[in-house]
């Protein structure tokens, strides 16, 4: 039998105990130590995952330990270090999103790890979700043509800071906790941006970041793709965690809505819908059901990669395209000016 990838775990935070769920969904690997800095917090995920060791210190875990890999869930500002860290000792990393706090960290950590020798990976989820791999599907059949334009929407009231309280601090908040997810999925189903445009607000007086972005791209096939997301949106049905999208191609169309119906329009065939529901993990949160279903698909996906059987899709290499993409919004917005990516 093929020997089990042994990993560990930076960061014991609320996003940690559903990710570790994830990975024991999967054969192949082994979680056999836990790291968090702060207090106790190690040592409770320990026990709640039924782990033996636990550590404060990450050096201190990788000195000791025998590892694979490690899965860094720690806060978006110790990801650098940490990612630097585990390189250093020549364990292959795999690092939530965002990667890191600008583009040049970001470039650096994927040629740190490329120099170590080590694969990178982030934790891009939510190209994995079924209604998105569907949608990818039928563009690839050819069911509406050549798509021209297309709509990916995410805008919400659901309180997201009660849970992740930390995201209220961010100077940059929504496109690089939400938008990051969606120019990816924008990425995965149009391919590269030749000039992005975005423009945000803060409507939320008590956060510290934007939590109103709207974001026009040319893809370099000439498609136009807008990008809208928002949590300060109180709407008739609310839609968190789902992606609702509309893509119109030259013989017809496709749109995800709420609750992961997919209706698909062909010239001269009329339309047809049908849903799209993704699989329920009896661990995850129903308010995050989507997302966590789609954690598990992520992980089987980097650990192909890790494995050498198949492409882990959301490299690092990969990743700076789409961290690109969020942090040209930023500039896009704060100096209202169309910017060109020079990664894509
Ligand atoms: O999936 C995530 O990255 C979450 C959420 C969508 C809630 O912002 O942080």
Known sequence: MEEKLKFAVLGTGFW????????????????????DPEGDKAEESAKRHGINRFYQDASALLENETLDFVDIISSIPSHAQLVRLAAKKGVHVICQKPMAEDFQTCKELVEVCQKAGVQFFI????????????????????????????????????????????????DQFIISDLGVHLLDTARFLFGEVEQIYCQTQKVNPKIKGEDVANILMR??????????????????KESFPQTLMLIEGDTGSMRLDHNHLLTLTQKGKGSSSWKVDPPVYAWADPDYALIHSSIVACNLNILSGLQGKGIGETSGADNLKTMELVFLSYDSAQHNQVMKPKHG
């Open 16 to 35: 940690s105990d559903f990710q570790i769920k994830g990975w024991q969904e999967i054969e192949g690997v082994e979680l056999v130590a836990l790291c």
């Open 123 to 170: 934790h891009e989820n939510a190209r994995f979700q079924l209604p998105i791999r569907a949608c990818k599907d039928l563009i690839q059949n050819g069911e509406i043509g050549q798509p021209f334009k297309a709509r990916l929407t995410f805008c919400s009231g659901f309180p997201v800071f009660e849970n992740q309280p930390s995201l209220a601090n961010l």
């Open 219 to 236: 893809m370099q096939n000439g498609i136009d793709c807008f990008v809208e997301m928002s949590y300060a949106s109180y709407l008739e």
